[in-house]
């Protein structure tokens, strides 16, 4: 019963996990930058959601204001930071030190304004808890994580197969260069993937810290697997990362079973080496 | 005249590939743009396009100068290239590619709607759903010249669009290009390796050598002059 208690708290996490792989995968595909600083978006959805419903909003209505916090402060990054960046020809390097330096600001201000002791939601319903299986046992905020993360997953779907801007933001993908001399507006388009990445990364912002709480500094290892799961799935592909997600996060929760939790994170990277040697496209890498 | 260069002279930062480039093409002129690898053709395709700001000179576009507006205002003003070797997008299908580029190039009353373009290719229409990437090189030679006309082309500039096709393709290619400048009264530049085919459908030879115009005339001078003196 502990076996199906982890799946599906392996379900939950992965959930979380792949849209912030989607979303991180959605920007690095289109701009080629390692965004890192989108750990700093993913905290700062938590903490304006935190800060709204201390002052009495509603739930809804304090995630909305996060999602609408995240997608101009991701666009700001992109205008204010990267796209200055790329007008003086920086190369990948100067670009990423860059983003590291803005996730140290935005990791500094957030400490600086909330403090940096952990700071936990006052939600009674969200650790309500559920009887799924048997045994097995969900809180509301861990059904609410993986409804809205699968809502999210096939809402990007829908936008990047069934939307002209969602075509365009593929196209600027596949072929940066022929995007720019048919007028589809590469750098525009970079500040809307920009601002709908963040967003979609305010989602397990705000529902991943409900269950365990408000760190300014704890958006790095959810940013660095879903790296890992965004390079196995294959860059590029949504699928990809979303299942490999679940699939990283499953293999770290089963292994509970037979070695210690701190070593969840060596399985992770024992995942990257594997697909590194065996597979370094990723598994639904399209063959090009 | 639709497309003019006076003097033009650029390259890549301190180092200079193209200077004093002279000419001017009429409405439904097919211009062969010769010379070697190297001789400055891409780079004048790039600065008439935008893609590179000339360091001195001209580029005019129906009278006026054109070499302050950036890409998307030249490629609106009818302006359109087809790039060496990469001219569709290799991961969408063959309608996405269509659709994406109709969507921001195809106004009412345009010369070439989504329709027009799979009646040109009606091979693209079969394949629609395929990834672009996937398809043979003809095929996607055929997607990247629908992409480079969707609009209103007036002057589409085609870079070695013959690389990596069968020669009986390359014809047939060069064929089409022709009948449909000629039909549509639309100016063509062709930068070209493969000298005889170019030769074949253009009005007029311009060959380049270490950047500089070293040769300008008809198919039939050039076949008469010493022509690979010039290369």
């Given at each position: 019963m502990l076996a199906l208690q982890l799946l599906c708290n392996g379900i939950v996490t992965g959930c979380a996990l792949g849209i912030v792989a989607i979303s991180f995968s959605f920007v690095y595909s289109t701009t080629k930058i390692f965004h890192v600083a989108h750990a700093g978006v993913y905290t700062m959805g938590g903490y304006i959601a935190w800060s709204m419903l201390e002052h009495g909003f509603p739930a809804p209505v304090a995630f909305l204001v996060a999602v609408a916090a995240c997608t101009a402060l991701g666009a700001l990054i992109q205008t204010g930071l990267y796209a200055r960046l790329e007008q003086r020809r920086a190369t990948h390097l100067v670009v990423l030190i860059a983003s590291l330096g803005a996730l140290a600001v935005i990791q500094n201000i957030l400490a600086s304004v909330y403090s940096a002791n952990i700071l936990q939601f006052n939600l009674p319903w969200g650790s309500k808890v559920f009887t799924?299986?048997?045994?097995?046992?969900?809180?509301?905020?861990?059904?609410?994580?993986?409804?809205?993360?699968?809502?999210?997953?096939?809402?990007?779907?829908?936008?990047?197969?069934?939307?002209?801007?969602?075509?365009?933001?593929?196209?600027?993908?596949?072929?940066?260069?022929?995007?720019?001399?048919?007028?589809?507006?590469?750098?525009?388009?970079?500040?809307?993937?920009?601002?709908?990445?963040?967003?979609?990364?305010?989602?397990?912002?705000?529902?991943?810290?409900?269950?365990?709480?408000?760190?300014?500094?704890?958006?790095?290892?959810?940013?660095?697997?879903?790296?890992?799961?965004?390079?196995?799935?294959?860059v590029g592909s949504i699928t990809g990362a979303f299942v490999l997600a679940i699939v990283i996060a499953e293999l770290q929760n089963m292994s509970l079973l037979f070695i210690p939790g701190e070593w969840s994170i060596g399985i992770t990277f024992f995942i990257f080496v594997i697909f590194m040697l065996f597979r370094p496209t990723g598994l639904f890498a399209a063959a090009r | 005249m639709v497309l003019r260069l006076n003097g033009l002279q650029a390259g890549y930062g301190p180092k200079t590939v193209i200077s004093d480039v002279s000419f001017a093409l009429e409405p439904g002129q097919i211009l062969a743009f010769l010379g070697h690898n190297g001789a400055g053709k891409t780079t004048t395709l790039k600065s008439i396009m935008g893609v590179l700001r000339p360091s001195a000179g001209e580029v005019l576009f129906d009278g006026n100068r054109i070499d302050r507006l950036n890409v998307a205002e030249r490629v609106a003003l009818g302006l359109r290239l087809l790039p060496e070797g990469r001219g569709i997008f290799p991961d969408l299908t063959v309608a996405e590619n269509i659709d994406v580029v109709a969507a921001r190039n195809v106004s009412t009353g345009a010369m070439f709607d989504v329709p027009d373009v799979y009646k040109l290719f009606p091979v693209l229409e079969e394949r629609r759903t395929t990834r672009a990437g996937s398809m043979s090189g003809g095929q996607q030679q055929m997607l990247a010249l629908s992409l480079a006309i969707l609009g209103t082309p007036r002057c589409l500039m085609l870079d070695e669009p013959s690389i990596g096709l069968a020669p009986n393709l390359v014809e047939r290619m060069f064929q089409q290009v022709r009948d449909v400048c000629k039909s549509h009264a639309m100016t063509a530049v062709l930068v070209e390796q493969n000298v005889a085919a170019a030769m074949k459908i253009a009005d007029r030879v311009i060959i380049m050598n270490n950047g500089q115009i070293v040769f300008d005339g008809n198919p039939d001078e050039a076949r008469a002059s010493n022509f690979w003196h010039y290369f």
């Open positions: 799924v299986v048997g045994d097995v046992r969900l809180t509301v905020t861990q059904l609410l994580t993986v409804v809205c993360s699968l809502a999210a997953y096939g809402a990007v779907m829908w936008f990047s197969h069934g939307t002209i801007l969602g075509k365009q933001i593929r196209a600027v993908a596949s072929n940066p260069f022929l995007a720019e001399i048919t007028r589809l507006r590469p750098r525009r388009v970079h500040v809307y993937v920009m601002a709908i990445a963040s967003a979609l990364v305010c989602v397990p912002g705000v529902l991943v810290p409900l269950d365990f709480g408000l760190q300014p500094y704890n958006g790095i290892t959810p940013l660095l697997t879903a790296t890992i799961a965004m390079i196995a799935g294959g | -």
